[in-house]
C-alpha cells in the first residue's frame, strides 16, 4: 500500500464513530463500509492532513488515487475525488482513465455525481476539443453510470451548456425504465432553465420524457415562475 493511502486511512480511523458509521451504511443500503464521519469533521481532517503532507507528487497521484478508490472505506473514496479535482491544474489528459475508473468502480451516485460534474465537467472544459470524443461513448456504453455521467457532466455550465450533446445524451435514454437515468435527465434539464426556461420549456414539450425528467426538469420553472 502507497505511504499516502496509509496516512490518510490512519488518520480517518482516529476519528471514526462506529455509531455513526452504522447509520450511514443503512443510509447508502450497505452497499459500502464507512468510518462515520460526517461532513463537515470530514472536511476539516482533510484540511488539517493536506496542510501537513500536502498531495501525492503528480506523478504519483493517480497511482494513489486508484488504490484509495479500491480500499473499503467510503470516506477515502471522498476523500480520492476531491484530491483530484484539488489538483485539476495539473491534468494531464491521460487523467481520463481514471475518471472513467472511478465512475465505473464502487459506483453509487454519492460519487457519481461529484465526479460528473466537478471532475468530468472539469476535464471537458479543460478540453473542450476532446469532448464529443470522450461523452459519446459513454452515451452509448452499457454502463449506466457513465450514461448518467453523459447527461450531467454539464451541470453548471450555464450559458456554456452545448444543447445539442444534452440533447444527444438525453433522447438515448428518455425511455429508460431506470431510475438513474430518468432523474439524471431531470436533474439536466432544471439546471439548464435557470439559464434558458424556454429552450427546456420547448424541449420538453417536444419530446415524450418520464414522468420523472419531466417533474424534475419542470421544478425551478414552476416554482420561480422562469
Known amino acids: 500500500m502507497h505511504t499516502y493511502c496509509k496516512l490518510i486511512a490512519r488518520e480517518f480511523e482516529r476519528h471514526a464513530d462506529a455509531e455513526r458509521a452504522v447509520g450511514a451504511e443503512k443510509y447508502m443500503r450497505n452497499l459500502f463500509a464507512f468510518y462515520g464521519i460526517a461532513s463537515p469533521q470530514r472536511s476539516e481532517i482533510t484540511k488539517a492532513f493536506v496542510k501537513e503532507h500536502g498531495y501525492p507528487h503528480e506523478k504519483e497521484l493517480y497511482d494513489v488515487a486508484i488504490e484509495l478508490w479500491a ?5 477515502l473514496q471522498y476523500f480520492a475525488m476531491e484530491m483530484l ?26 460519487t457519481v455525481d461529484y465526479i460528473a460534474s466537478k471532475l468530468v465537467g472539469e476535464y471537458c472544459k479543460k478540453y473542450p476539443e476532446l469532448t464529443h470524443e470522450v461523452i459519446t461513448p459513454w452515451i452509448k456504453s452499457d454502463n449506466m453510470w457513465l450514461n448518467r455521467t453523459a447527461i450531467i457532466f454539464q451541470i453548471g455550465y450555464k450559458a456554456k451548456t452545448d444543447t445539442a450533446l444534452l440533447t444527444k445524451a438525453i433522447l438515448a435514454h428518455k425511455e429508460s425504465k431506470e431510475f438513474f437515468h430518468q432523474k439524471a435527465i431531470g436533474w439536466a ?26 417533474r424534475e426538469g419542470l421544478k425551478a420553472i414552476n416554482r420561480d415562475g422562469l
Do not use: C, G
Open 71 to 75: 480500499m473499503d472505506k467510503r470516506e
Open 85 to 110: 479535482y484539488a489538483k485539476r491544474k495539473q491534468w494531464k489528459e491521460d487523467i481520463l482513465s481514471v475518471l472513467e475508473h472511478t465512475i465505473t468502480h464502487r459506483s453509487w451516485w454519492d
Open 189 to 214: 434539464l432544471r439546471s439548464y432553465s435557470y439559464t434558458n426556461a424556454e429552450w427546456v420549456k420547448t424541449f420538453i414539450a417536444t419530446h415524450t420524457l418520464k414522468p420523472l425528467s419531466v
